[in-house]
Every structure is written in C-alpha cells, then in structure tokens.
C-alpha cells in the first residue's frame, strides 16, 4: 500500500504575455520541443540534472502535450525534484524544475 503524502503547494503557472516562450525561465535549457515521447524528454533531463548541485534549476521546454505534462509532474512527485514554475506559451510549455538534495531513487532501497 502506497504512503500517503499530503498534496504539495501548487505551482506557479502563467502565460507568456506574446505567447511565445523566450530565454529559459531559469538555468540550463533542457529542450524536448518536437518530442512526443516524454521518456526521451525526462531521460535528457536526468542527464542534465546529473551533473548539478541540489537546489539548481533547469528549464525543460517542450510542445503543450497532456500527456507529457502529466509525465513530468508525476516525475517530479515520484523522484523528489520540485516543479517550481510552469509557463504556458502558443506552441510550447516550460518547466523549472529544482534538483532535489537527494533523489527518491537513492532512499528507496533503504
């Protein structure tokens, strides 16, 4: 049975006010623009979170996808990472994603 975790603050969204999305929010530019696999999209972002300190951010844009959406947030709450801001624009959608002190994957096995 799952523990339960209460929900997390929500996160901060917004829209570009020209509707297009600019330089990264924050950090390192992931980008997963044209990616409709969000596996590929969240592997470059373990490699790219790989080589940060915690508390670090990284931008990760890709194209405005349900599915890829509620693949990275699930993502974030399973490994412990905070989204920390979502910006909506005409054709893509950024992530800030903050890299967690420590990964959920590490604590598992404990």
Do not use: N
């Not at 799952?2 to 020209?18: G, I, K, M, Q």
């Not at 979170?49 to 993502?75: C, E, K, M, N, Q």
């Amino acid at each position: 049975m799952a523990a339960f975790r209460p929900a997390a603050a929500p996160v901060p969204e917004s829209a570009s006010s020209d509707g297009k999305l600019g330089a990264p929010i924050e950090g390192q530019l992931v980008d997963g623009h044209g990616r409709l696999i969000s596996t590929a999209i969240l592997y470059e972002v373990v490699r790219a979170l790989t080589g940060l300190a915690p508390g670090d951010v990284i931008t990760v844009r890709t194209d405005s996808l349900p599915a890829v959406d509620s693949d990275i947030r699930a993502w974030c709450r399973t490994t412990g990472h905070q989204l920390a801001q979502v910006v909506e624009g005409d054709d893509a959608r950024d992530y800030a994603i903050r890299k967690a002190p420590r990964c959920a994957s590490s604590r598992a096995g404990r």
